[in-house]
Nanobody
Framework: QVQLVESGGGSVHPGGSLRLSCSAT????????MGWYRQAPGGQRELVAT???????KYGDSVKGRFTISRENVRSTVYLEMNRLQPEDTATYYC???????????????WGQGTEVSVYS
């Protein structure tokens, strides 16, 4: 099985910054798309950003220009740099990784446990 360990959440004031990290461990032959999603209280899970193995990025409209996704393949880690945070960014942020399993060579995906981000005045 593949496990994802997230870190970096916390509480900040509006205009502040946070950096999230998510590292994948387990039997992985290849990491494909990696990304971040978020879910606000009472809301649906939504796309924040994704990055392909070739470093092609995609962002949700509400975070474009403020958030930056990156990955470090040698560490099997994806990052989310969040700047100019606003109260509406308050949510649980989930890491998602698509991968090829190291022994079955089947395609699958995994979710992290979630990390809380709170932006308050």
């Amino acid at each position: 099985q593949v496990q994802l360990v997230e870190s970096g959440g916390g509480s900040v004031h509006p205009g502040g910054s946070l950096r999230l990290s998510c590292s994948a461990t387990g039997t992985i032959w290849r990491l494909d798309d990696m990304g971040w999603y978020r879910q606000a209280p009472g809301g649906q899970r939504e796309l924040v950003a994704t990055i392909s193995a070739g470093h092609v990025t995609k962002y949700g409209d509400s975070v474009k220009g403020r958030f930056t996704i990156s990955r470090e393949n040698v560490r099997s880690t994806v990052y989310l740099e969040m700047n100019r945070l606003q109260p509406e960014d308050t949510a649980t942020y989930y890491c998602n990784v698509q991968y090829i399993h190291g022994t079955t060579f089947s395609s699958s995906h995994a979710w992290g446990q979630g990390t809380e981000v709170s932006v308050y005045s």
